[in-house]
């Protein structure tokens, strides 16, 4: 559950700065009128995302064992890759997205369509690349761990998100962005390497993998899977008691040069530039 609610939570606040920013410069610009239009487009992406993960859901859980597995698999690498893609594409463009998103806008709103169907495409496509991230993630986090309280969790995470936007929009709170997705995105990581681990154990299962199966190590007698901490930390970090050779190598294959990017001064995003209103 808390893990659904952790990466909802960033996403859906990802989404709600890049709505909250628009919709402040629009009235800041005294073009206040297409605040309206603007929300055509979260409502669309919000739509075509949950059209989305309702339908790949709903389909997969009709494959054969084997092949169930393997979309198993082949989905915790398509999360694996957007959720390490979102930590530094965020580590990159944080510190400019605000003059992006500004340029966006007077862009679109430079195309001569009364109707705003520019903006309505711009909105909709940042908006969309959160959601859709998010989709990915949500489908391998439910597929590792059934029940209600993944579900739960990710609309906690996404409510809050939404909260959170309001009052950030409204001015009535203030939140320090960058230590947030800062020590987020090192829980991500960490996330990401779990889900790595995984995704060689779902393709062991269906068959596609059967090289270095010995177990690494056992520690079903000291911290088992079967207790709540253990429990906790397979929810949240994919732990297993007994994992096999290829599962701890891709772990720290994955990890291990992640933090060290992740530690690495970020380069600055090139500033885009902006036309005159």
């Keep these: 559950m808390f893990v659904p609610f952790l990466i909802m939570l960033r996403e859906g606040l990802e989404a709600a700065l890049i709505v909250s920013l628009i919709a402040s410069y629009l009235q800041r610009t005294q073009r206040g009128?297409?605040?309206?239009?603007?929300?055509?487009?979260?409502?669309?992406?919000?739509?075509?995302?949950?059209?989305?993960?309702?339908?790949?859901?709903?389909?997969?859980?009709?494959?054969?064992?084997?092949?169930?597995?393997?979309?198993?698999?082949?989905?915790?690498?398509?999360?694996?890759?957007?959720?390490?893609?979102?930590?530094?594409?965020?580590?990159?463009?944080?510190?400019?997205?605000?003059?992006?998103?500004?340029?966006?806008?007077?862009?679109?709103?430079?195309?001569?369509?009364?109707?705003?169907?520019?903006?309505?495409?711009?909105?909709?496509?940042?908006?969309?690349?959160?959601?859709?991230?998010?989709?990915?993630?949500?489908?391998?986090?439910?597929?590792?761990?059934?029940?209600?309280?993944?579900?739960?969790?990710?609309?906690?995470?996404?409510?809050?998100?939404?909260?959170?936007?309001?009052?950030?929009?409204?001015?009535?709170?203030?939140?320090?962005?960058?230590?947030?997705?800062?020590w987020t995105s090192l829980f991500i990581l960490l996330v990401a390497a779990g889900l790595a681990a995984g995704a060689i154990r779902a393709f062991h299962e269906a068959g596609l993998w059967n090289h270095f199966q010995d177990v690494a190590f056992d520690l079903s007698n000291t911290l088992s899977t079967h207790t709540l901490f253990g429990t906790l930390l397979e929810g949240i970090f994919g732990y297993q008691e007994a994992p096999s050779v290829s599962e701890v190598a891709v772990y720290f294959i994955y990890l291990i040069p992640a933090l060290v990017l992740f530690a690495l001064p970020p380069r600055a995003a090139a500033a885009p530039s902006r036309s005159a209103p």
């Design 33 to 182: 009128r297409w605040i309206g239009v603007m929300w055509i487009g979260v409502f669309l992406a919000a739509a075509l995302c949950l059209g989305l993960g309702i339908f790949i859901n709903e389909t997969t859980g009709e494959f054969p064992q084997k092949q169930q597995e393997m979309f198993e698999g082949l989905v915790a690498v398509i999360a694996v890759f957007i959720l390490t893609w979102m930590v530094f594409w965020m580590r990159k463009v944080s510190r400019n997205v605000k003059k992006q998103l500004e340029a966006a806008v007077d862009n679109a709103l430079q195309k001569g369509n009364n109707h705003g169907w520019a903006l309505i495409m711009m909105v909709f496509f940042a908006v969309a690349r959160e959601g859709l991230e998010s989709v990915f993630f949500l489908l391998a986090s439910f597929q590792q761990d059934l029940g209600i309280w993944p579900p739960l969790g990710a609309m906690l995470g996404l409510a809050t998100a939404v909260v959170l936007g309001f009052l950030l929009y409204w001015g009535g709170l203030r939140i320090n962005l960058g230590a947030f997705f800062k």
